[in-house]
């Protein structure tokens, strides 16, 4: 009898799991596409250009400003675990949008999956940066390094990987 109710049990619990499974994914699904995770982390995104605070910045299609990492090499992104929870990475590859002039392209991240770049920068949005034209995270110096919005101007080029110097600040 106690390994009737074990089993009766186990069964419950899997399909109790399996029922939240899919309704997570399910009521995820529409929330995601305002978030600034899915505008930036959705493949074929499209930069755009928009004036945040008087300067002229890149964003996502979905008008979320995307940031470089100051430790961030031209090769390597040095924002992952937790940091890529907070400023979740712009995957790749993305295209640019009107008025987009720098080069855009993509990098390798040690996960395997590819990242977009802008002259350079492997590109993130933030995630407390709760709306369009929010820019937040804007010169925070944050898991490890400083932060910056994408100047659609440019900014300096990251550094290329044999130039660095820095260790990976506790990833």
Request: hydrophobic share 35%.
């Amino acid at each position: 009898m106690r390994k009737l109710l074990t089993a009766a049990g186990l069964a419950a619990a899997v399909l109790a799991v399996a029922a939240c499974a899919s309704s997570s994914s399910s009521s995820s699904a529409p929330a995601a596409s305002s978030s600034p995770a899915a505008g930036a982390s959705a493949p074929g995104t499209t930069l755009m250009v928009k004036t945040i605070g008087g300067t002229q910045v890149l964003t996502n299609s979905a008008g979320f400003t995307l940031y470089w990492f100051g430790p961030d090499t031209s090769t390597t992104s040095n924002c992952s675990g937790s940091c890529a929870t907070f400023w979740p990475p712009v995957k790749g590859p993305a295209t640019a949008g009107s008025g987009v002039t720098g080069t855009v392209g993509v990098i390798t991240r040690s996960d395997g999956s590819m990242q977009a770049t802008y002259d350079g920068h492997p590109l993130y949005t933030y995630a407390a940066d709760g709306a369009p034209g929010q820019n937040k995270g804007n010169g925070l110096n944050a898991s490890g390094g400083v932060w910056h919005e994408v100047a659609v101007s440019g900014a300096a080029p990251a550094p290329s990987a044999s130039a660095s110097s820095h260790g990976g600040y506790g990833y």
